[in-house]
Nanobody, 119 residues
Framework: VQLQASGGGLVQAGGSLRLSCVASGSISGFNRMAWYRQAPGKQRELVASAINPAYTSYDDSVKYRFTISSDNAKNTVYLQMTSLKPEDTAVYLC??????????????WGQGTQVTVSS
């Protein structure tokens, strides 16, 4: 299963972006979805995660500003980001754990999408 992330870009502080992560392949369903980010010189950090059916968790730094969601029909995971701050600048990566139609477990990563927030 391959993941393709998109939606990053340059935005002013206070603005919004929606990241998308589309999964392709023989997919039965998602069990866990997550967005991570990595800023230059920093370790990768977990930003938001969701465990089906509807349990979500957020890092304190993005709580109430970011929302993780999914569209099962489109095999897509989203990260809606609002009230963006310069410290949100990073490469954002999606991660999905799920099952294929053949019953195998997959754990896939997207390639990352750059988010830059100017002050």
């Amino acid at each position: 299963v391959q993941l393709q992330a998109s939606g990053g870009g340059l935005v002013q502080a206070g603005g919004s972006l929606r990241l998308s992560c589309v999964a392709s392949g023989s997919i039965s369903g998602f069990n866990r979805m997550a967005w991570y980010r990595q800023a230059p010189g920093k370790q990768r950090e977990l930003v938001a995660s969701a465990i089906n059916p509807a349990y979500t968790s957020y890092d304190d730094s993005v709580k109430y500003r970011f929302t993780i969601s999914s569209d099962n029909a489109k095999n897509t995971v989203y990260l809606q980001m609002t009230s963006l701050k310069p410290e949100d600048t990073a490469v954002y990566l999606c991660n999905v754990i799920g099952r294929t139609r053949e019953g195998a477990v997959f754990d896939s990563w997207g390639q990352g999408t750059q988010v830059t927030v100017s002050s």
